[in-house]
Each structure stands twice: as structure tokens, then as C-alpha cells.
């Protein structure tokens, strides 16, 4: 849940560069998508980091 939220704040960072840039619906949804999908697995490997770093052989 916490990468998902994490994704969609990518998403929104993403849609917001684009528009700064001046690009159109169609940037803004390639920009947010690509920070989206970048957002949710570098959260993904951090959850998973912290969830298993202290009792990975245990």
C-alpha cells in the first residue's frame, strides 16, 4: 500500500515537470507514468530492505 501511494505521488511529480515543460496531455501522461513506475519499485526494494534487513535469517 505504501509503494502505491508512493507511485502516485511519482505520478503527480511527473505530470506537474511535464506540464512545466510545456508539454501536452499526452507528455504529462508519459512523464507520470515513467515517475510512477520509477517511484513504485525504488519504494518497492526500500519496503522490502527495511521489512527483511533486520531478520533476514531468521
Given at each position: 500500500?505504501?509503494?502505491?501511494?508512493?507511485?502516485?505521488?511519482?505520478?503527480?511529480?511527473?505530470?506537474?515537470?511535464?506540464?512545466?515543460?510545456?508539454?501536452?496531455?499526452?507528455?504529462?501522461?508519459t512523464w507520470g507514468?515513467?515517475?510512477?513506475?520509477?517511484?513504485?519499485?525504488?519504494?518497492?526494494?526500500?519496503?522490502?530492505?527495511?521489512?527483511?534487513?533486520?531478520?533476514?535469517?531468521?
Amino acid at each position: 500500500m505504501n509503494a502505491l501511494i508512493i507511485g502516485i505521488i511519482g505520478l503527480v511529480i511527473g505530470a506537474w515537470r511535464a506540464r512545466k515543460r510545456g508539454g501536452k496531455a499526452a507528455d504529462m501522461a508519459t512523464w507520470g507514468l515513467a515517475h510512477g513506475f520509477a517511484f513504485t519499485v525504488v519504494a518497492f526494494f526500500i519496503l522490502m530492505w527495511f521489512d527483511f534487513g533486520n531478520n533476514w535469517f531468521f
